[in-house]
């Protein structure tokens, strides 16, 4: 991969080798790496016809699909900027990042067209690129899906600027050569954290391509990278699907997609199309130990289970090789970092809790938080990340700029803001976090978000989030919340609804506890960590 220093060309070198071989598995139907190079291709020529200049930035606002594949590789293409994000966001989070990134063009699906037209008025907004779940199927497939209405639909109003999917793969017309990559930023990636708002992380191709590789590759042990048929539970907005999932068309590989999790559909398509891989979170994998027909499938073709966004319980671990008689591989990553910092290799044992070790192209520091000087061997210290390319800034936040990512020695780390160890052998451990960033389902939560969203209700003076620890989706999400003192019932369940409203679904609070007040330092600043030292005695008692 690292001669191709853009990603389409890395994606097309692999289309040419062997454009016969699946590239994608969408509900069941096979696509070609030909048909895909096709298909993006068609859809970046549209995307010209329709003026689009090199360096525009689209949000790509749809569900895991061979709808996100095309669009993706077509605005890389066509020379754009991908920004990529979470098919739940409700229309405050669409309109935030959709100003924050300078986009003025969206492709998003028939289902969540509606939020797209409520903020058009208030956004840069000018191209709406709207797809249809079934769209790119075989006839009869689509015929079945209307005639059992199995198929979610969403309505589409007509408009100025309002594209169907289909009719911008048909607009014909020429393309100009494969555009520059190298160091031009390929996409744009929001993350979680202890800010209000997502932070934008700007990925470039040299950065993915060098970042992808060796973790697309860490399982070649166990089978060649062409052979690798992934079963990409991750989503594909997130860098975890990116850099585990979606490099494999880079390589040669195939990519089993489904719009949602479905644990039936998940294991049926394991059986049928003998995945070699399959990516998840920790709460997938006890899911499926869970689920009470997993002894009715065949997911013995699976070699290579790979989990990450947070760490695997050593229980599940344990079942997992009990049930399969296979190791569930960790990983440690970040958005800043580009996906894997440590992953465990396949050649040989990790001991229990590690997430691995560091991986090709990385470079990493242990140091005290406050002096940054580097902590004595097998001791716990913050994690710091460098790499040669690597993110050095966040999208319009110098602040936060500021403090992630720092200069030591003439060299730029970035500041994860995670407690690690290491061993002798060079194995990692997670220990911490020291910032307030809640890790649910995978996902990283920002308490500052979740509480600037409560203390927008009308009756809120106050609030403070935590996460309280649960073994089966890492953290739960626990909102302490002071009323104003002529307020009279209001209860917990008004609350969440409140955060539906505007917040995507993991990010809600699963519990309200209400406080008459908070505590705070001599300057007024919140004191989470005493209100989590409180909730963690009151679990011990």
């Known amino acids: 991969m690292k001669e191709h220093r853009h990603i389409f060309a890395a994606f097309e070198a692999a289309a040419r080798r062997d454009p016969q071989h699946t590239a994608v598995v969408y509900l069941g139907t096979r696509y070609s790496y030909g048909r895909l190079l096709e298909l993006s291709q068609r859809f970046a020529a549209g995307l010209v016809a329709q003026g689009f200049a090199p360096g525009q930035r689209v949000v790509l606002y749809v569900p895991n699909s061979v709808h996100w594949v095309v669009a993706w ?36 699906a028939d289902t969540n067209f509606g ?118 539970n991750a989503p594909l907005f997130h860098i975890l699907g990116q850099t585990c999932s979606l490099a494999t068309l880079l390589v040669g590989g195939s990519l089993i997609l489904q719009p ?70 960790q990983g ?34 242990i140091v005290d938080p406050v002096s940054l000087r580097p902590v004595a061997s097998g001791q716990a210290g913050e994690l710091l990340v460098s790499s040669d390319p690597m993110v050095t800034a966040y999208l319009n936040k110098p602040q936060e700029t500021e403090a992630a990512f720092i200069e030591i020695d003439g060299r730029l780390w970035y500041r994860t803001a995670d407690v690690m160890t290491t061993d002798a052998e060079g194995n990692f451990y997670f220990v911490d976090r020291t910032v307030d960033t809640i890790k649910h389902k995978g996902y990283r939560v920002s308490a500052s978000e979740i ?22 989706v890492g953290q739960r999400i626990k909102a302490y919340v002071v009323l104003k003192e002529d307020i009279k019932g209001i209860t917990g369940y008004e609350l969440i609804k409140w955060c539906r409203q505007s917040m995507a679904s993991y990010k809600v609070p699963q519990y309200i506890e209400f406080r008459d007040m908070l505590p705070k330092s001599k300057v007024g600043k919140l004191l989470r960590r005493e209100i989590r030292d409180e909730e963690k005695r009151m679990k011990e008692q």
Not at 339 to 361: E, F, L, Y
Not at 451 to 472: N, R, Y
Request: glycine letters at 10%.
């Open 332 to 365: 440690y990553g970040a958005t800043e970092t580009c996906g894997g910092v440590a992953m465990c290799p396949t050649d040989r044992p990790s001991p229990p809790k590690s997430v691995g070790r560091i991986v090709a192209g990385k470079r990493v520091r």
């Open 73 to 108: 590789l077509g605005i890389l293409r066509a020379g754009g900027v991908c920004v990529p994000i979470t098919p739940i966001y409700t229309p405050r989070d669409l309109c935030y990042i959709a100003n924050d990134s300078g986009a003025e063009a969206v492709v998003c």
């Open 115 to 232: 939020y797209v037209r409520k903020v058009l008025p208030e956004t840069r907004l000018k191209t709406v690129i709207v797809s249809r779940m079934v769209e790119l199927l075989p006839l009869w497939k689509r015929l079945f899906g209307r005639l059992f209405d199995v198929v979610p639909k969403g309505r589409i109003a007509p408009g100025p600027g309002i594209h169907p999917y289909r009719r911008l793969l048909s607009a014909g017309g020429g393309l100009p050569a494969v555009p520059g990559g190298g160091e031009q930023t390929a996409e744009i990636l929001y993350t979680g954290g202890t800010t209000k708002h997502p932070k934008a992380v700007p990925i470039s191709h040299e950065l993915f391509l060098a970042s992808a590789e060796p973790q697309i590759r860490v399982s070649e042990p166990l089978f060649p990278a062409t052979e690798n048929v992934i079963m990409a």
């Open 451 to 472: 509480e600037a969203v409560l203390q927008e209700h009308p009756a809120v003076v106050a609030s403070c989030v935590i996460g309280v620890p649960d073994e089966k």
């Open 260 to 329: 949602r999790v479905n644990l039936d559909a998940t294991f049926d398509a394991i059986q049928r199309f003998r995945a070699r891989t399959m990516i998840g979170v920790p709460t997938l994998y006890r899911m499926i130990l869970e689920h009470e027909r997993l002894d009715q499938y065949d997911l013995s073709s699976v070699d290579y289970w790979f989990s990450a966004g947070d760490v695997l319980p050593v229980e599940v671990g344990r079942r997992w090789q009990e049930t399969f008689g296979k190791t569930i591989y």
